[in-house]
Protein backbone atom coordinates (compact mmCIF):
# COMPACT_ATOMS: atom_id res chain seq x y z
CA UNK A 1 0.00 0.00 0.00
CA UNK A 2 1.13 3.39 -0.68
CA UNK A 3 2.49 5.26 2.35
CA UNK A 4 -0.57 8.37 2.60
CA UNK A 5 -3.36 5.43 0.49
CA UNK A 6 -5.01 5.68 5.00
CA UNK A 7 -5.19 9.10 4.31
CA UNK A 8 -7.28 8.83 1.21
CA UNK A 9 -9.74 6.51 2.92
CA UNK A 10 -12.73 8.20 4.07
CA UNK A 11 -14.36 7.77 7.77
CA UNK A 12 -17.04 6.98 5.82
CA UNK A 13 -15.29 4.21 3.49
CA UNK A 14 -15.04 6.59 0.25
CA UNK A 15 -11.73 6.34 -1.41
CA UNK A 16 -10.66 9.60 -2.31
CA UNK A 17 -8.80 7.76 -5.56
CA UNK A 18 -11.57 7.06 -7.00
CA UNK A 19 -12.71 10.29 -6.92
CA UNK A 20 -13.21 12.52 -10.35
CA UNK A 21 -11.77 15.38 -8.41
CA UNK A 22 -8.91 13.62 -7.22
CA UNK A 23 -7.91 12.02 -10.81
CA UNK A 24 -8.22 14.89 -12.64
CA UNK A 25 -5.89 17.13 -9.91
CA UNK A 26 -3.41 14.08 -9.77
CA UNK A 27 -2.97 13.80 -13.12
CA UNK A 28 -2.79 17.77 -13.83
CA UNK A 29 -5.93 17.74 -15.95
CA UNK A 30 -6.66 21.21 -15.16
CA UNK A 31 -9.11 22.27 -17.81
CA UNK A 32 -11.20 19.69 -16.61
CA UNK A 33 -10.63 19.62 -12.93
CA UNK A 34 -11.05 23.82 -13.13
CA UNK A 35 -14.50 22.85 -14.83
CA UNK A 36 -15.42 20.45 -11.67
CA UNK A 37 -14.43 22.85 -9.26
CA UNK A 38 -16.88 25.86 -11.28
CA UNK A 39 -20.06 23.17 -10.92
CA UNK A 40 -18.57 23.09 -7.48
CA UNK A 41 -18.26 26.41 -6.59
CA UNK A 42 -14.84 25.97 -5.55
CA UNK A 43 -11.75 28.16 -6.38
CA UNK A 44 -8.88 26.56 -7.87
CA UNK A 45 -6.13 27.50 -5.02
CA UNK A 46 -9.04 25.92 -2.53
CA UNK A 47 -8.04 22.59 -3.91
CA UNK A 48 -6.63 20.12 -1.43
CA UNK A 49 -7.44 16.65 -2.57
CA UNK A 50 -6.00 14.30 0.47
CA UNK A 51 -8.95 12.52 1.85
CA UNK A 52 -10.51 13.71 5.41
CA UNK A 53 -8.35 11.73 7.30
CA UNK A 54 -5.14 14.07 6.44
CA UNK A 55 -4.95 17.55 7.61
CA UNK A 56 -4.96 19.02 4.21
CA UNK A 57 -8.75 19.29 2.34
CA UNK A 58 -10.85 21.19 0.35
CA UNK A 59 -13.03 23.79 2.85
CA UNK A 60 -15.86 22.06 1.69
CA UNK A 61 -14.65 18.50 3.31
CA UNK A 62 -13.40 19.99 6.49
CA UNK A 63 -17.05 20.45 8.00
CA UNK A 64 -18.28 17.05 6.31
CA UNK A 65 -21.85 18.11 5.06
CA UNK A 66 -22.82 14.23 6.42
CA UNK A 67 -21.04 15.22 9.58
CA UNK A 68 -18.97 11.80 9.98
CA UNK A 69 -15.87 14.23 10.71
CA UNK A 70 -17.22 15.63 13.74
CA UNK A 71 -19.00 12.20 14.90
CA UNK A 72 -15.59 10.93 14.43
CA UNK A 73 -13.97 13.31 16.44
CA UNK A 74 -16.83 13.42 18.79
CA UNK A 75 -16.97 9.72 19.23
CA UNK A 76 -12.84 9.43 19.13
CA UNK A 77 -13.25 6.67 16.48
CA UNK A 78 -11.54 6.94 12.95
CA UNK A 79 -13.94 5.00 11.10
CA UNK A 80 -18.02 4.46 10.54
CA UNK A 81 -17.60 0.87 11.42
CA UNK A 82 -16.26 1.57 15.01
CA UNK A 83 -18.91 3.16 16.15
CA UNK A 84 -21.05 1.75 18.72
CA UNK A 85 -24.61 2.66 16.50
CA UNK A 86 -22.92 1.36 13.60
CA UNK A 87 -24.03 1.53 10.50
CA UNK A 88 -26.23 4.59 11.86
CA UNK A 89 -28.96 6.52 10.54
CA UNK A 90 -26.48 8.99 8.61
CA UNK A 91 -25.01 6.77 7.27
CA UNK A 92 -28.05 5.04 5.98
CA UNK A 93 -28.81 7.98 4.46
CA UNK A 94 -25.32 8.45 2.76
CA UNK A 95 -26.03 5.20 0.37
CA UNK A 96 -28.96 6.96 -1.11
CA UNK A 97 -27.06 10.34 -2.24
CA UNK A 98 -25.04 11.25 -5.03
CA UNK A 99 -26.82 9.46 -7.68
CA UNK A 100 -25.19 10.19 -11.33
CA UNK A 101 -26.94 9.36 -14.48
CA UNK A 102 -28.88 7.00 -12.54
CA UNK A 103 -25.72 5.56 -10.68
CA UNK A 104 -25.20 5.97 -7.00
CA UNK A 105 -21.85 6.29 -5.80
CA UNK A 106 -22.38 5.54 -2.46
CA UNK A 107 -24.49 2.39 -2.43
CA UNK A 108 -21.46 0.12 -1.02
CA UNK A 109 -20.18 2.02 2.11
CA UNK A 110 -21.92 0.20 4.72
CA UNK A 111 -21.14 -3.23 2.92
CA UNK A 112 -17.27 -1.81 1.79
CA UNK A 113 -17.64 -0.53 5.89
CA UNK A 114 -18.26 -4.33 7.03
CA UNK A 115 -15.85 -5.92 4.67
CA UNK A 116 -12.98 -3.82 6.14
CA UNK A 117 -13.91 -4.10 10.01
CA UNK A 118 -13.52 -7.98 9.49
CA UNK A 119 -10.28 -7.99 7.37
CA UNK A 120 -8.53 -4.08 7.30
CA UNK A 121 -8.34 -0.90 5.24
CA UNK A 122 -5.21 -2.24 3.61
CA UNK A 123 -6.98 -5.56 2.81
CA UNK A 124 -10.25 -3.43 1.34
CA UNK A 125 -7.82 -0.88 -0.79
CA UNK A 126 -6.08 -3.91 -2.71
CA UNK A 127 -9.55 -5.53 -3.35
Known amino acids: MKPNTQ ?5 CELYYETCPSYITHSENNI ?3 EKRLQELGIPVEDVHIEG ?3 DR ?3 IYVDCRRGFRQYAHEYRVTWCFEYTDF ?3 WLRGFTNIHIVNGVSYHTQVINDLQ ?4 HSIEVWVEK
Open 7 to 11: KLVGI
Open 31 to 33: AEL
Open 52 to 54: CQS
Open 57 to 59: MMS
Open 87 to 89: PCQ
Open 115 to 118: YTKR
